[in-house]
């Protein structure tokens, strides 16, 4: 949620934060705005509501030559998304400016203290409360360092933020402030960076600062950085990341959106996490630094996770119970955090979650650790919260996820699950080698089944003409494919805004059979499987209510063919792996009823790719 950058050193500054928003939008776009030191030693910005590039626009026939600024793009929480909530946000002086990404719990009872102060506040928003505190300390105990006002200002403070901040009384300087929402940092000869995340730092620098928790910075014009702890000691060795750049893979690439690139990535992402993952000895995940005995142990998992990644954890669950014979708890994330647990010291808990910052996700993590489980995290983002706070990561190297409807991170990530619990059904003596093998082997043939899904991307065309008129549509399967019908439907209303449901094909007839009539979208997965009798009954029973049924079926299978108004066919896939091909047919579907809708199918409306508040 909200992006942020800042830069000082002998470069312009705009262009960098330009930029830098450019990369970071995938993470709000309500409003945006920047603010530099101008050459008179004042402030000066721009903000608006809506995209970066009108942000850009008017930026470009503004004055805002300086080398020392800092940027937002927003996701809202507190404050219509207008003009006026839009960061930075200042003091009343106009001689502070910050930009935050969180939550300030507390910040109705600090405004009202401040506006009794004398304050006067200019937005709705809860960060603004952050530039009047600074003002206050800029004044008093700070004596006019940003840094110590920072600190100072923070200490105020409940919830969660990354902040950056400027004073027009502290020129040239950046103070950075974390606790609860990522932020990055580069010191360069070319000057100081700060950031919400290391893409918008691509280009600029291969090794990055990471802020811990607690943790504050300055950004000085010389490009050193220096990080403080909350008490104001120096750390002498910050957290570093190296990080192996491919810039390219951020960019479109001659793709027409990132929805569209992602979803032709697949293939590969798989390869990449595969790759020399089958030895000797089973499967190859040393990463996760966990002996046989403490494995054999396990009495129970929890797997939790958010949205897409949920979806992941509802297959995890068959697969690890059904293979590795470990009772398995999968919970959404925001109802976990609420809910009693039982922990043993023989419990594991495994998040999944591809931006490795969504807040609910590491909220029940830490819980877990708390209770004294032991947590592993499948994350995509290198160095995330996830990844440095569980006691092993399984990466799985799909490379940068720009849209914000998560695609070639889902198909990864069940992939990463299955290796997972190959690994564990193996080390507990629930798996044979002989059949680890095998199972590794059909893996590896997933890539090329994907391949034979994406050269049928015109049957997706096609199909998406059967929601030209609807108002709603129902996806539906059974056993892992419900969880592929809830993913498919999930797609669709996010990109397209059309409403869309899933439910388990067999549960259908006790209640969401009523919303069928002529031409309402049916789409039902329905491979060749051990329950693809029952769930062609289910068709009849959409087509006997003159619904349109859309099905997801096996190459060859006429009898669905003969039933349905339109097949998106799926190579022959074992079983267990269906979810991972069927489920690039729906993605491709949901795109193309998204294009003809008008839809911005990279940053739908209202959501945000990394959900940092709670
Ligand atoms: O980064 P995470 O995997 O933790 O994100 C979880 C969800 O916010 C995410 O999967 C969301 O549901 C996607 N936009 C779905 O496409």
């Known amino acids: 949620m909200c992006g942020i950058v800042g830069y000082t050193g002998a470069s312009q500054a705009a262009p960098f934060l330009l930029d830098g928003l ?42 805002l030559r300086s080398t020392c600024g800092i940027a937002h793009t927003r996701w809202a929480t507190h404050g219509a998304p207008n003009d006026r909530n839009a960061h930075p946000h200042l003091d009343c002086t106009g001689r502070v400016a910050i930009v935050h990404n969180g ?17 006067s506040f200019a937005s709705d928003t809860d960060s603004e409360v952050i530039a009047h505190l600074i003002e206050d300390a800029m004044a008093g105990d700070a004596a006019g360092d940003i840094l110590v006002a920072l600190r ?12 950056v901040a400027m004073s027009a009384d502290d020129p040239g300087r950046i103070a950075c402030a974390r606790k609860g929402s990522p932020l990055v940092l580069a010191s360069t000869d070319g000057g100081a ?54 810039a390219s893979a951020a960019t479109l690439g001659g793709y027409p959106d990132f929805m569209a690139k992602e979803i032709s990535e697949q293939p590969e992402a798989i390869e990449r996490l595969l790759k020399g993952r089958l030895t000797d000895n089973g499967i190859e995940l040393d990463e996760l630094e966990i002996s046989d005995e403490e494995i054999a142990a396990i009495d129970r998992i929890y797997v939790v996770a958010c949205g897409t990644s949920y979806h992941v954890g509802l297959i995890t669950r068959t697969l690890i119970e059904s293979w590795a014979k470990i009772p398995v708890v999968v919970e959404p994330a925001s109802e976990f ?16 979650t591809q931006s490795g910052e969504t807040a609910d996700t590491l909220a029940s993590a ?8 032991r947590v592993f995290a499948i994350t995509n983002v290198l160095g995330s919260t996830a990844a440095r706070e569980s006691d092993g990561v399984l990466y799985i190297q799909a490379g940068p996820e720009v849209s914000v409807c998560s695609t070639k991170a889902y198909t990864a990530q069940m992939v990463a699950a299955v290796l997972l619990t190959l690994y564990l059904a193996h080390r507990n003596g629930s798996m044979a080698t002989g059949e680890v093998s095998r199972r590794y082997r059909e893996l590896t043939k997933l890539p090329d089944l994907i391949r034979t899904v994406l050269d049928r991307s015109w049957q997706d065309k096609a199909a998406a003409h059967e929601f ?43 209640g969401p059979i009523a919303l069928l009539e002529p031409g ?95």
């Open 468 to 510: 030209e008129h609807a108002g709603s549509a129902l996806f539906l399967g059974r056993g892992v494919n419900s969880t592929t019908a809830a993913e498919g439907a999930l797609k669709l209303k996010e990109v397209s805004y059309l409403h869309a449901e899933a439910y388990p094909a067999g549960e259908m007839k006790h």
């Open 337 to 352: 955090n609420y809910e009693d647990v039982l922990v043993t010291d023989h419990t594991l808990c495994v998040i999944i």
């Open 22 to 63: 450019k990369t970071l939008e995938y993470r709000g776009y309500d409003s945006a705005g920047i603010e530099v030191l101008g050459g008179d030693g004042r402030l000066r910005g721009v903000k608006c509501a809506g995209r970066v590039s009108s942000l850009a626009e008017r930026c470009a026939k503004a004055d």
């Open 193 to 246: 960076y700060a950031a919400s995340d290391i893409t918008a730092l691509a280009g600029v620098t291969s090794r990055v600062i990471q802020l811990d928790n607690g943790q504050f910075a300055s950004l000085d014009a010389d490009g050193s950085v220096r990080v403080f702890t909350e008490t104001g000691d120096e750390v002498s060795s910050p957290d570093f990341l190296d990080i192996d750049w491919d």
């Open 103 to 119: 939550i300030i719990e507390n910040f109705s009872e600090l405004k009202d203290e401040l506006v009794a102060a004398g304050h």
């Open 152 to 163: 100072l200002a923070c200490a105020r403070l409940e919830g969660s933020w990354a902040v």
């Open 366 to 373: 830490r819980k877990m650790h708390e209770a004294g489980a």
């Open 520 to 614: 309402f979208p049916v789409v039902t997965i329905v491979p060749n499987d051990r329950v693809r009798e029952k769930t062609i009954s289910n068709i009849q029973e959409v087509i006997a209510r003159g619904a349109t049924c859309i099905a997801v079926a096996t190459d060859g299978d006429e009898d669905v063919a003969s039933l349905v108004e339109r097949v998106l066919w799926i190579p022959p896939t074992p079983e267990y792996f269906v979810p991972i091909v069927a489920i690039v047919h729906l993605q491709m579907l949901a795109r193309y009823v998204a294009l003809a809708r008008g839809c911005d199918v990279d940053k739908p409306r209202n959501l945000a790719k990394s959900v940092t508040v709670e």
